[in-house]
């Protein structure tokens, strides 16, 4: 089953409206005036998530070009007494269609569990979101052997009680935390070992073999305009979530471009 390449720039806490517009308007003039990428044929579909207060901003400026736009997360509850957190109805109104659960920033400094994350992830299927579900080790798990170990636990967790056709909504990141904004990205082959793993593991779960085949699982960690094409090429790897080359648009732009061809 062919799956489609789909580059995701996580924007992270960088760029307010004002900001992000222009780097829309910046990401969209490196594709001349056709469409920036395009949805159709053997294209990759491109997915920007800046931070909540610049997403109608982005939204507006996206419009009439093929770049989605998702947000950064989401809250289990409709509404109520959450401070500081974003329900998906609230998203919708802003005219995401995306968005990202479990990051391991979000893991690590805001407490998400893998519990938590299973809750963010019914309530994004549930508001007829497309979720970018984020698992990866860190480096002491990687150096103790555990890497197949905790990427299972994770994903074990967050698809718990998730159907196969809710998967259809869901995309996997594999983001090994120590590759993370380090510049130290894993090789072609760490990569697609561990992006293997997470397909055979995915056979296992799910008894229709749609859900193996079907789902998108993309590479997160210092992916740059240098080594995109090589992971990209990987038959396991079927996309990026990048973040500092998400906000250059000439980087951006070249990954894009490598996606293209893989
Ligand atoms: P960097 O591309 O900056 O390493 O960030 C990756 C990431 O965390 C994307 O979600």
Request: charged share 20%; net charge neutral; proline share 2%.
């Amino acid at each position: 089953m062919a799956r489609q390449i789909l580059i995701a720039g996580n924007w992270k806490m960088n760029k307010g409206a004002a900001d992000g517009a222009q780097l829309i308007k910046d990401i969209k003039a490196q594709f001349g005036a056709s469409c920036s990428c395009c949805c159709s044929g053997k294209k990759p579909e491109v997915l920007v998530c800046p931070t909540f207060t610049t997403l109608s901003a982005v939204v507006a400026e996206a419009q009439g070009s093929c770049l989605l736009v998702g947000a950064q997360n989401i809250h289990w509850a409709d509404q109520g007494a959450f401070t500081g957190e974003i329900s998906g109805a609230m998203l919708k109104e802003c005219g995401v269609t995306h968005v990202i659960i479990g990051h391991s920033e979000r893991r690590q400094y805001f407490g998400e569990t893998d519990a938590t994350v299973n809750q963010r992830l019914k309530a994004a299927l549930k508001n007829g979101l497309t979720a970018v579900v984020c698992v990866g080790e860190t480096l002491a798990e990687r150096e103790a052997g555990t890497t197949n170990a905790v990427v299972e636990r994770q994903v074990r967790g967050a698809l718990a009680d998730i159907s196969a056709d809710d998967m259809k909504n869901v995309v996997i990141a594999y983001e090994p935390v120590w590759a993370i904004g380090t510049g130290k990205v894993a090789s072609d082959e760490q990569a697609q070992d561990v992006h293997a793993f997470i397909r055979g593991l995915l056979k296992t779960m799910f008894s229709c073999p749609c859900v193996a085949d079907g789902t998108r699982i993309l590479y997160g960690g210092s992916m740059n305009a240098a080594n995109a094409a090589g992971l990209l090429a990987q038959p396991d790897i079927d996309g990026g979530l990048i973040g500092g080359a998400s906000l250059k648009p000439a980087d951006f732009a070249t990954i894009i471009k490598a996606a293209t061809k893989a």
